[in-house]
């Protein structure tokens, strides 16, 4: 029983799996779970019937659901990959998703191809931006391993989870409290270390649970040196520190009402860039929120109030540098959802409101010796407000087959609210311009037939738009150190419409679980940096400047897919293989484009050991966009090993694990590796981890 | 002094203080941040006259306003005619020098009711030299003149340019920076003042002369887009625009040609921090 197929009548919040307990006491799984279920069993009894097999599937695997909306997240892992490995592990774990890395610190999730605004990253659906004009600060960051309930791609246009994006959002969802009839403690302490970097991590979570009552709070510390490539070179400027702590509370206030707080707290500091010029000395979350879910009948109501303050501070003090910087950034949103869901038999409708204001602000000082101090704002304080309506309908046409059809319009403004970012613009001919305003349509359409007991068939269409980031639209002079170009912003970017269609077959049978998905996009107006002439850049040595503009159109195609063979009861073997090819509308290939990659594992698991051998390999990427300073990448197959044994003293449970990362000690790099910057060499990670009840 | 003429003091300064702090528009004073070099009667009647400049006298295009008024009624006086003129004497081993600067007569504006004009004085007072400057007024048939001697400083970041013509080697020309007075992140105007030298007592405007212009930061080695070229505008003034992209330290470079399409200066620059 390595994967359940479940969905939740009620958000999935409430249901927390553990090793522990299915691995440990696999023959009171199932009354735990329904400990688990227990609000949801309370609220929501008559719709708790099977979902409709169609491709709304969610894959709950241990501690961690990773699913994939129209493609199944056929994901395993062994015990020790789920307790030892980050948060970006269980990213690359997602079809379609990759990563670019700028160190060993924070990587960037990339979806078919695509990147930053293209692909928003949300937690328990509330929208953060990072506060980092070089995306340093990717929102997955604030979600530690151990606090990670779920990701998933949100692909249709109009649900709760959905933002203004034209091709995917990466959705977190967070552990929450669970109630508990009788009063309960159970916890988790676990420590750790990893060679590559002589990382030493400690980790805990604890929660409290009661009847109408119940609390959980989680922190991790990761404190890292620099690591080392393969071959034995010590990569400079790769060290970090990193402290993470959430608490969760909720309160069932009746029968119908489930009250939720919730806080992030994340602090990371001495954060070493090593493909930047510039590191980080600290960047700082605050997210907190308050939720409020009734349930009544079908009906299902939940109003959600939330903030978030990042602080973003880098630092270049311990490079050598001409001249040193300052480079703070500020990103405040706060943000209301107001989300209704109905489901019927064969009918779910969903309606929700969704409105937030995020203001950015990055400013730039440079320290010239014996001279006045030069000043510019990188990002002018952009106050941007946004507010959606998203309505979505899934239902059954007929026994086999169901549509889903959503739609959304944000309706939303940028606004410079300092003056001097106004000056800016006007110094570089954008004259007369403070901000700008959009209407973004979004429709999206899904037709899933089931035809036969294994097999799936399913095709997607979507249209949607985007407006620029603060970066494409109001960014001034920020350095990219990949093309050594100056990027300028301009806040008269048309919005950038996608048009998707994607089809794909998909089945699950007693040993198999398979799926294969095909996609395209036709991108018109597609934002991207070109060279202008005559503008000098601001950065010392950097090539020119780069503006923003709409290109006539990009293209990109490709596939993701995946099979799980369950050989016998503690072996099974997974693999899973994606593609995306881009050109734009001057047939050169986009950046940042995944060479075709593949993910092999066998693992084994029983009840004390489990063992995991895994392959990651790429092909050689030849068709860099050069323009984006890319350069082709050789090809790489790199081996993981790891092995995990556990015993249990009363209500104790004591997990070891050991992992080889790189077990060649292959010196490589990834093709969406920033500047190159090659990847850890041979590391072994220890871990131990107590989890008691 | 008595004790009540302590208190009574106190009693006037405290009443002055809170007479400040009233919310009472201030009167309109154009001189309020002004440098008042030199206020005296007239002669005429009960007229005073008051000579302000921007900031203390510097090397460069200063800006001098003269104020008539009648110290008794406060009334301005417009309608008379003023002219200014400047010496510097320097003694040199070669005896005694004397030489005049640039100069913009004044003329009555009535939107700060000041007599306004101009004096790009182009060298420093100094233990060798000093400023004379020379106010002469007449209304109707009276008529007056003040003299005095002002200081001039030159600034930390030159406001004036002076150099040979690199055309003929011989022609002595004076670049005065005017605008920007308040430097900004931005489209500044900027705005100079080109004069020749013919004798020691004539500075002329020069006019019909092409500038081309490029700012820089020196740190940076960057410069900015969008500039204007100034261009001219009479008096020896030339107009256009420069663009700051960030605040700090910037070099904004010259290149001047004559009527006759020779270039006189290749680069001359003017440092503006901000």
């Known amino acids: ?693 | 002094m008595k004790i009540s003429n302590i208190i009574i003091v106190l009693l006037l300064s405290i009443i002055a203080f809170s007479c400040q702090n009233t919310d009472e528009p201030a009167p309109f004073d154009p001189f309020k941040d002004m440098t008042k070099l030199v206020s005296a009667p007239t002669g005429v009647n009960t007229y005073k006259i008051e000579v302000y400049v921007k900031e203390d006298p510097f090397v460069g295009y200063n800006k001098v306003y003269l104020s008539i008024y009648d110290s008794v009624s406060n009334e301005v006086a417009s309608d008379w005619t003023a002219s200014i003129s400047t010496l510097m004497t320097m003694m040199t081993d070669m005896g005694t020098m004397k030489h005049t600067c640039p100069l913009e007569q004044p003329v009555y504006n009535s939107e700060i009711k000041a007599y306004e004009g101009s004096a790009m004085f182009v060298m420093p007072t100094t233990d060798m030299g000093t400023w004379q400057f020379t106010v002469k007024y007449q209304n109707g048939n009276m008529e007056g003149e003040l003299s005095f001697t002002i200081v001039v400083k030159e600034k930390e970041n030159k406001a004036m340019v002076s150099f040979v013509s690199e055309a003929d080697q011989t022609t002595k020309y004076f670049v005065a920076l005017i605008q920007p007075e308040l430097p900004d992140v931005g489209i500044n105007d900027f705005e100079i003042g080109i004069y020749t030298k013919e004798s020691m007592m004539s500075f002329p405007a020069v006019e019909g002369y092409t500038v081309v212009i490029e700012p820089e930061m020196p740190s940076m080695e960057h410069g900015s887009p969008d500039n204007v070229n100034p261009i001219s505008i009479g008096n020896g003034h030339y107009k256009g625009s420069v663009n700051f992209t960030m605040t700090g330290f910037w070099r904004v470079h010259m290149k001047i040609t004559n009527t006759q399409d020779q270039v006189i200066v290749q680069d001359a620059y003017f440092d503006i921090e901000f």
């Not at chain 1, 700082?284 to 939940?302: D, H, L, P, T």
């Not at chain 1, 950034?329 to 204001?357: C, H, P």
């Not at chain 1, 970012?421 to 999206?444: D, M």
């Open chain 1, 1 to 693: 029983m390595n994967k359940i197929n479940f969905i939740p009548p009620t958000p999935s919040g409430y249901w927390e799996g553990s090793i522990y307990y299915k691995n440990i006491k696999m023959k009171n799984f199932v009354s735990l779970f329904l400990i688990g279920l227990w609000p949801a069993l309370m609220l929501a009894q008559p719709s708790l019937s099977v979902q409709p097999k169609d491709s709304l599937r969610t894959y709950q695997l241990e501690t961690v659901t990773v699913s994939n909306e129209a493609i199944d997240g056929v994901v395993k892992g062994t015990q020790s990959q789920l307790t030892t490995d980050n948060v970006e592990h269980f990213l690359k774990k997602l079809y379609g998703v990759d990563l670019i890395n700028r160190g060993v610190y924070a990587a960037e999730p990339v979806y078919r191809g695509m990147s930053g605004e293209r692909v928003p990253v949300t937690i328990n659906n509330m929208k953060i931006f990072g506060a980092c004009t070089d995306k340093m600060d990717p929102v997955n960051s604030y979600v530690s391993a151990n606090n990670l309930k779920s990701i998933k791609v949100v692909k249709d246009a109009g649900s709760a989870e959905s933002m203004n994006s034209t091709s995917g959002v990466i959705a977190f969802k967070t552990k929450m409290p669970v109630f508990s009839n009788q009063p309960k403690w159970s916890g988790q302490l676990g420590g750790g270390y990893r060679s590559v970097n002589a990382e030493y991590n400690g980790q805990f979570s604890t929660s409290y649970s009661a009847a109408n009552w119940a609390i959980r709070s989680n922190g991790t510390y990761r404190k890292a040196e620099n690591y080392v490539a393969g071959g034995g070179k010590e990569v400079l400027f790769s060290q970090y520190e990193k402290t993470n702590l959430a608490v969760s509370a909720s309160s069932l206030l009746n029968e119908h009402t489930i009250l939720n707080a919730g806080y992030i707290f994340d602090l990371a500091q001495n954060v070493g860039y090593p493909a930047l010029p510039m590191d980080v000395s600290t960047a700082r979350g605050n997210i907190y929120s308050v939720s409020m879910n009734n349930y009544v009948g079908n009906n299902q109501f939940e109003v959600k109030l939330y903030g978030s303050n990042i602080l973003h501070v880098m630092d270049d003090s311990q490079r050598t540098v001409i001249m040193r910087m300052d480079m703070p950034g500020w990103s405040n949103t706060y943000g209301a959802i107001l989300n209704w869901t109905k489901e019927l038999e064969k009918n779910t409708w969903s309606t929700s409101l969704d409105y937030y204001i995020n203001q950015s602000r990055a400013e730039m000082t440079m320290f010239p010796e014996g001279e006045i101090p030069m000043y510019m704002l990188t990002w002018p304080d952009v106050l941007k407000n946004s507010i959606t309506i998203a309505f979505s309908n899934k239902r059954m046409l007929a026994e086999n087959t169901s549509l889903a059809l959503s739609a959304k319009i944000e309706l939303g403004s940028n606004k410079i609210k300092d003056e001097f970012g106004v000056k800016q613009l006007q110094a570089i001919g954008i004259l007369g311009v403070t901000g700008n305003e959009f209407v973004l349509p979004s429709v999206s359409t899904e037709f899933v037939q089931h035809i036969s007991l294994n097999l799936d068939w399913n095709i997607m269409a979507a249209f949607g738009q985007r407006q620029g980031s603060v970066s494409e639209g109001f960014g001034y002079y920020l350095f990219n150190s990949q093309d050594n170009y100056d990027y300028i912003g301009d806040p008269r970017l048309a919005t950038e419409t996608t048009y998707r269609l994607e089809t794909g077959l998909s089945g699950s049978g007693k040993k198999t679980d398979w799926s294969m998905q095909v996609f395209g996009y036709h991108i018109p107006n597609y934002i991207i940096g070109v060279i202008k002439e005559g503008y000098s850049p601001m950065t010392i040595g950097a090539s020119g400047v780069k503006f923003y503009i709409n290109l006539p159109y990009a293209q990109m195609v490709g596939f993701e897919g995946g099979l799980g063979y369950k050989l016998n009861k503690v072996l099974n073997f997974n693999t899973q293989v994606q593609y995306t090819y881009g050109v734009d509308s001057n047939d050169e290939p986009l950046p940042l484009l995944p060479p075709l990659k593949n993910t092999t594992q066998i693992d084994f698991n029983n009840s004390k050991w489990s063992v995991g051998v895994e392959l990651r390999s790429a092909l050689a990427q030849n068709n860099p966009r050069v323009g984006f300073g890319e350069t082709a990448t050789p090809g790489y197959s790199i081996f993981n090993l790891d092995v995990g044994y556990k015993f249990l003293i009363s209500n104790t449970a004591l997990q070891l694990s050991v992992q080889a990362k790189n077990l060649l000690d292959q010196y490589y790099w990834d093709h969406l590796d920033f500047n190159n910057i090659p990847s850890p060499g041979r590391s072994l990670n220890f871990s131990i981890l107590i989890s008691w009840k």
